[in-house]
């Protein structure tokens, strides 16, 4: 997930203001026995650091201050919960990354800001000192009548006119909250969140048994898995992903193909070692990304042929 910051669209100069403010996280808690229960608490972590914490209704719905996040960098985001009998699940870390952009600090981008402002500025100025001028010349001319024609007095023109300094600011900044596609927390393996998924990764154990970790719905044509969440689709964090490690392509014919990225660890199917070339997949196939074990469903899975007796001996 990805959450820039950036000066807001209508002052994109302004260097005092960065939006988003703030980022709506929301989760979906389940329960593994089928049975719901009260949730009494709900506490969100970045890094490990408690960031906001819902002792109250509704526990489904996290708001993070990003005001204090000046500069980009990643995080790892995780949920604890406590339901009404005490018991506690931490999901399992998802990484998220701010990006911050600041807005150019020189003359040329003073004058994009204000340079409207500096016109006109510097325009009624510039009328002051006519209007001033016009006056102090109607001034001259009437008391050179009274002292009379022949009795003028010679000016050197000493036109110090006092100006006041215009000051024209602008308090108004719109602030705007962007909603993290977040990924839904689920602590037991349960059917796909989406029923129009085609096929899913379902996370296993080292000893092949279903893991808490939510299923990875295969959506698109082309699937992309790695640890660098801005080359891939779908982002594994373990230490032996690489940046772009596999994907995962839906063919015209129906069928599903996975190819490796040429990435350190590998990538396996059923213990066998995925190469560029790729290799197709069919349901149930056990997938090894580096360390990390799936197992591949499809969502119309093949009917098992029922074995045929035959009486010829």
Request: hydrophobic residues 40%; aromatic residues 8%; proline residues 7%.
């Amino acid at each position: 997930m990805q959450i820039a910051r950036k000066p807001p669209a209508d002052d994109p100069y302004n260097a005092d203001v960065l939006v988003p403010a703030q980022a709506i996280l929301r989760i979906i808690v389940e329960f593994p026995d089928g049975h719901p229960r009260d949730i009494v608490r709900t506490t969100l972590y970045m890094d490990g650091v408690k960031t906001a914490e819902n002792i109250k209704a509704p526990f489904d719905t996290f708001i993070w201050d990003l005001s204090a996040y000046q500069e980009g960098g990643r995080f790892l985001l995780t949920v604890e919960a406590e339901d009404s009998l005490g018991l506690r699940k931490t999901s399992m870390e998802t990484p998220v990354t701010v990006t911050v952009t600041h807005p150019p600090r020189n003359l040329q981008a003073l004058y994009a800001r204000y340079g409207a402002y500096l016109t006109t500025g510097a325009l009624a100025l510039v009328g002051l000192i006519v209007i001033g001028a016009l006056l102090w010349s109607v001034r001259g001319g009437l008391t050179r009548k009274k002292r009379g024609a022949s009795k003028r007095a010679a000016y050197d023109d000493p036109l110090t006119q006092p100006v006041a300094a215009l000051s024209d600011t602008t308090d108004s900044t719109a602030k705007r909250m962007i909603m993290s596609r977040l990924p839904v927390f689920k602590w037991q393996n349960q059917p796909l969140a989406d029923d129009s998924a085609p096929a899913r990764l379902v996370r296993l154990t080292n000893s092949g048994e279903p893991a808490s970790a939510a299923p990875i719905p295969i959506l698109e044509k082309e699937t992309t898995f790695g640890s660098d969440p801005v080359q891939s689709l779908r982002v594994l964090d373990d230490a032996t992903i690489s940046p772009l490690h596999a994907r995962i392509r839906l063919s015209e014919d129906g069928t599903y193909a996975i190819y490796d990225y040429g990435s350190i660890a590998g990538t396996w199917v059923n213990y066998d070692p995925v190469s560029r070339e790729g290799r197709r997949l069919t349901h149930g196939d056990q997938i090894h990304f580096g360390g990390l074990v799936y197992r591949f469903e499809l969502r119309q899975a093949p009917l098992a042929q029922t074995p045929k007796v035959s009486n010829n001996l």
